[in-house]
Nanobody
Framework: QVQLVESGGGSVQAGGSLRLACVAS?????MGWFRQAPGKEREGVAT????????TYDDSVKGRFTISRDKAKNTVYLQMNNLTREDTAMYYC?????????????????WGQGTQVIVSS
């Protein structure tokens, strides 16, 4: 099992930016970011395939969020720009044993504890 530790969350005004980071304790394959807003189910935000480095984004964040990774550092990032109040949520890093993934939670096996993002107007 891989341990995942997220960082970079915080409070920001609408229109601002944050960069989340997730460090894995060991080798990982595909990675992803998910989020859960109060009263809502957890949803997929962005993923990056290990096989072809292809990235996938939820429609709500396309053009604003960018997922990237540094495999040498066992780290995956989520750059979040032009944040809105609707982006307020707990953000979770996830690791998969698969080389291709979708935005489905079932594609991922290991999860971090989450980092809180609060966007105010």
């Amino acid at each position: 099992q891989v341990q995942l530790v997220e960082s970079g969350g915080g409070s920001v005004q609408a229109g601002g930016s944050l960069r989340l980071a997730c460090v894995a304790s060991g080798h990982t394959y595909s990675m992803g970011w998910f989020r859960q807003a109060p009263g809502k189910e957890r949803e997929g935000v962005a993923t990056i395939n290990d096989a072809d480095k292809v990235t996938t984004y939820d429609d709500s964040v396309k053009g604003r969020f960018t997922i990237s990774r540094d495999k040498a550092k066992n780290t995956v990032y989520l750059q979040m720009n032009n944040l809105t109040r609707e982006d307020t949520a707990m953000y979770y890093c996830a690791a998969s044993r698969r080389v291709w993934v979708s935005l489905k939670e079932s594609d991922f096996r290991d999860w971090g504890q989450g980092t809180q993002v609060i966007v105010s107007s």
